[in-house]
Antibody, heavy 124, light 108 residues
Framework: QVQLVESGGGVVQPGRSLRLSCAAS????????IHWVRQAPGKGLEWVAGISYDGINKDSADSVKGRFTISRDNSKNTLYLQMNSLRPGDTAVYYC?????????????????WGQGTLVTVSS | EIVLTQSPGTLSLSPGERATLSCRASQSVSGSHLAWYQQIPGQAPRLLIY???SRATGIPDRFSGSGSGTDFSLTISRLEPEDFAVYYCHQYGASPWTFGQGTKVEIK
């Protein structure tokens, strides 16, 4: 079945870096755009970044621009989020979520399915 | 950026009752590119509705979505015990993709 599994979360000090991974299975990973969405403890959902099927087109939220980089390795069916200069406000569960099409600008860009999430805690 | 405002913040209802959730956008959502998700505590969000009114695969027909432009709604015709959760609307018509702040449907 279609599945997304995140990993790489943990506790990290402010200013340090962390890389999250999202392993995909059950579908042709290289056919789809895919995104990262986060949820701070007890709060709502916030879109973080998205990447097109071929890794060429990327977009990210202003709150992480210049600090976070989204990338993918289609040969490994894996999505990444490189997070640098982490802040306490980045503390959240990070989900990867697939869209229904290949580009970031297509019509069918709703998120389904979602992974189970990985918790990132930024604290000294 | 399109800001989505959901109301009410909390809805207190009994099983069997009808729930109507609202999502208002700060500007028109192109192509009615609006989705609804359900989130149970400790779980990932689950897609319910896409393109404002299309039910996702496997979603019971007691869930329905409607609306266009700036005003959208999600209706649960008869609440089942498993429907008590938080619901989010999401627009994917323009970057940055944005979510509403959520409506909690709780047992009265």
């Amino acid at each position: 079945q279609v599945q997304l599994v995140e990993s790489g979360g943990g506790v990290v000090q402010p200013g340090r870096s962390l890389r999250l991974s999202c392993a995909a299975s059950g579908f042709i990973f290289s056919d789809y755009a895919i995104h990262w969405v986060r949820q701070a403890p007890g709060k709502g959902l916030e879109w973080v970044a998205g990447i097109s099927y071929d890794g060429i087109n990327k977009d990210s939220a202003d709150s992480v621009k210049g600090r976070f980089t989204i990338s993918r390795d289609n040969s490994k069916n894996t999505l990444y989020l490189q997070m640098n200069s982490l802040r306490p406000g980045d503390t959240a569960v990070y989900y990867c979520a697939r869209t229904q099409c290949s580009s970031l600008s297509c019509r069918a860009n709703w998120f389904d399915p979602w992974g189970q999430g990985t918790l990132v805690t930024v604290s000294s | 950026e399109i800001v989505l405002t959901q109301s009410p913040g909390t809805l207190s209802l009994s099983p069997g009752e009808r729930a109507t959730l609202s999502c208002r956008a700060s500007q028109s959502v192109s192509g009615s590119h609006l989705a609804w998700y359900q989130q149970i505590p400790g779980q990932a969000p689950r897609l319910l509705i896409y393109d404002a009114s299309s039910r996702a695969t496997g979603i019971p027909d007691r869930f329905s979505g409607s609306g266009s432009g700036t005003d959208f709604s999600l209706t649960i015709s008869r609440l089942e015990p498993e429907d008590f959760a938080v619901y989010y609307c999401h627009q994917y018509g323009a970057s940055p993709w944005t979510f509403g702040q959520g409506t909690k449907v709780e047992i009265k």
